[in-house]
């Protein structure tokens, strides 16, 4: 018998209905939980208030007021806006040329179009430079940057277009609207939830970036954070300079808020009806050439630089013993931070779906937050944590995966919440009026019917998390190490040959988790078939 019951049958609960009390208890339950996931989540930002609140009002002002801080303020903005518009641009285009037009071969040109998914950030970088030197500065780091970034924009909003009903677009058409002006007035704005989201990771990402920026020669806010802890050891100004960033990130958090305004795409009790592909006519040519030219740019240039490297790198190593060694350790770091991160997203997406209040939405916006943070101020602020009480954990595996899990949480809650965003209500209230508990709800309606997002959320945060960088340098085992950091060890040295096979790897890695998320993103109606099975 359980306690409460036994409490309330001996009469110590005097006028508390055990009906009323499990109710409560189960209301509870979801906000309680949400809430404890986002406060640990969010711990690095207590840490970096405390480091910045130790150099005093004064220093703080001077440090604002210096020259570089004006630098990295137009520095940072400037990429983070030109890079955003240039990927909702391209991103768009290339998700509505596949979607909803008679474009040949569609499906070919998803998954080539997702694939510099499967290239880090700092791999492109690698590329590029050591192909082309001058690619570097401000016009180097928005090039590099889009192409890497640009597909968290093309599959949410390909997965939308997929899935969303043709009705309206259908009416435009009877109502005498030609394809771009339905285009126009309909499309796009039935994608707007997605774009806006696509653009609140590539901000973010860009936030945070701190190995694509250091190859290119740009100064950022991750950056100057790093030479201060690293190279300076000045805690308390890089602590001062990550609340500026975690400012930026906030406003851009706004920002998207009021974009997108969580609105649901779903059409309630009946399954979307795709739509007819517009006839692209004599645009069909340049409709494949400027998809040709983004695939040539954004894959072609990595993959060439790569192979060069490998074949003609006159410093290009065998592989040995020890790249299969570190292929083994960072999958294993990988797939631990995706399977808890995935885990963990669950409650906080279901509660700002649930329930839409300003706590919900606090609680959201709060686990959003920590992806501005670079991978260096999560590290340290894990070690803070780590030396003063927790020491047995102190340079273990499992600070490493709560550091990923910090890092990435907000893809894994990003593509959760999208999935919640497409599941009716009414299927949920179905299951409570036949007497289902919480518990049953969830695991027999809620959870098999956003399998696929679950699946996008493990393969985005494993596929991210097995690139790390600047957290792996500060946190891994003593004596270990992950392909992303012996990569770096050799790019630091200019041994472009030397680092190729580990890159290739890196990328090999990531190309069946690309495969993956593709399929689990532009085919939900698969998942939700399976599961109702």
Known sequence: MSPPRLLLE???????????????????????????????VACPLVFVALQSAQSGWGPAQRLLGRPLMATLLWNTVTLA???????????????????????????AWTVLLAMPLAVPE???????????PSVQGLWGAVLVESSSL???????????????????????????RGPWSTLWRVTLPM???????GALLVSLYLLGEYGAFAMLR?????????????????????????????????????LESQVAKRRRVVREGATARPASPVPLGRAALPAVVWLSAIVAVTLGVPVYALAYWLVRGSSTTLPSASLWGLTASTLGYALAAAAVATAAAVPVALYAWRRDTGLARGIERAAYLTRALPGIAVALALVFFAIRWAQPLYQQPPMLVVAYVVLFFSLALTAVRSSLSHVPHSAEEAAQSLGKGPFAVLTRVTLPLVLPGLGAAFTMVALTASTELTATLLLRPTGAGTLATQFWTYTTNLAWGAAAPYAAVMTALSIPAVL????????????????AR
């Open 191 to 197: 994608t707007r939830p997605a774009l806006a989201g």
């Open 122 to 132: 700092f791999v492109h970088g690698y590329c590029w430079v050591s192909l082309f």
């Open 218 to 254: 740009f100064t950022t806010f991750a950056t100057a954070i790093y030479t201060q802890f690293n190279t300076a050891f000045d805690t308390a100004s890089a602590g001062m300079l990550t609340i500026v960033l975690v400012a930026l990130a906030l406003l851009v958090l706004l």
């Open 10 to 40: 001996r009469g110590l609960l005097p006028g508390i209905r055990w009906q009323a009390l499990r109710a409560f208890l189960a209301r509870s339950v979801l906000p309680l939980t949400a809430g404890l996931v986002a406060v640990v």
């Open 81 to 107: 806006a030109a890079v955003t518009v240039i990927t909702l641009v391209v991103g768009f285009s290339a998700a509505w040329l596949v979607e909803r037009t008679s474009l040949p071969g569609r499906r």
């Open 516 to 531: 993956l998320l593709t399929a689990r993103t532009l085919n939900p109606a698969g998942g939700a078939r399976g599961a």
């Open 150 to 176: 640009y597909p968290l924009v093309f599959l949410p909003v390909a997965a939308v277009l997929r899935r969303t009903d043709a009705s309206a677009e259908e009416a435009a058409a009877s109502l005498g």
